[in-house]
């Protein structure tokens, strides 16, 4: 069993470390979504950026003392399964920023706030699309450090 778990990890470390790639090579502009710095406080901030035309709903966990012209090591995370960015996504996403990281989690397309005709139907190639949206759309803001731009699947 443990043998099994292992595999399943190594593939999604391996598929977060692709869409990592893909979305810092990604074309500039693709997500035309900017949050305004100014908005932005100390704690979680509800947010919304475009994916494959629909908008999906995240949160951005900041760290004490934030200061948009600053730059932070940023974690973008991904929930386990059907979860929504509400469950364990945030109990990691306020424990990051404790220890000074920007984190950001959101949910999926079609599940809990995201938009989708679908509701709750897990299907990879969106949550993939999704996830490299997220990612770009992060990348476009100077507080989020690109050199330390991190991703944590939670299974």
């Known amino acids: ?71 932070y090591p940023t974690v973008i995370m991904t929930t386990p399964f059907n979860q929504v960015k509400e469950q364990s996504g945030s109990v990691y996403g306020k424990k990051l920023a404790a220890q000074g990281y920007a984190a950001f989690v959101f949910d999926h397309r079609g599940f809990g706030e995201s938009e989708g005709k679908l509701r709750s139907y897990m299907y990879t190639p969106a949550i993939l699309e999704g996830l490299s949206d997220a990612i ?14 991190y991703g944590l699947g939670i299974y």
């Open 1 to 71: 069993m443990k043998s099994k778990l292992r595999k399943i990890a190594i593939i999604g470390y391996a598929l977060m470390a692709q869409v990592l790639f893909m979305a810092q090579t990604s074309i500039a502009g693709k997500v035309p979504t900017k949050m305004n710095g100014d908005n932005l406080k100390t704690g979680i901030n509800k947010v919304v950026f475009p994916s494959e035309g629909l908008e999906l709903s995240g949160l951005l966990f900041l760290p004490e003392g934030f200061n948009s012209s600053k730059s």
């Open 136 to 149: 770009s759309f992060l990348r476009m803001h100077e507080f989020a450090e690109r050199e330390r731009l």
